[in-house]
């Protein structure tokens, strides 16, 4: 069963397994993500000020996603589907022992950034957008 229009903040739903989830408009603020393992969906949701320090994004699908302030140190997104997501002053970088945030084997489809630091332009072209 989807989880719908439900507001996490400040902790990840610890009696939600983040693995074969299905989330749809939620939004999750503050959240920190340190070492969690996702593969779950995400449709229409938000992620605002959330740390994603070594957060494994797995063969994760993200529809319509977007993260505004949020922090990718040193994790990944790897074998993702990421459709029309907008990433908004995001950081994307290193880890405290050098290393690299990653998106091997992603798909990126229509996906736009503004001010962020660290997300490759090719993946992600900058764009104006619409607040």
């Given amino acids: 069963m989807p989880i719908e229009n439900e507001v996490f903040e400040n902790c990840a739903p610890e009696e939600i397994s983040w693995e074969d989830q299905v989330f749809v408009f939620c939004t ?12 779950a969906s995400f449709i229409d949701c938000t992620f605002e000020q959330c740390d994603f320090y070594l957060c494994m994004f797995n063969v994760a699908a993200l529809v319509g996603v977007t993260f505004k302030h949020c ?13 029309e997501c907008v990433f908004d002053n995001c950081n994307f970088g290193n880890d405290n022992m050098g290393g690299e945030w990653r998106a091997d084997g992603s798909r990126w489809y229509g996906c736009s950034q503004r001010d962020c630091e660290g997300l490759d332009t090719e993946l992600v072209p900058v764009r104006s957008l619409d607040c």
Avoid: K, M, P
């Fill in 28 to 39: 999750f603020r503050g959240i920190r993500g340190e070492g969690l393992h996702n593969d």
């Fill in 71 to 83: 922090d990718f140190h040193g994790g990944s997104f790897a074998g993702c589907r990421l459709v």
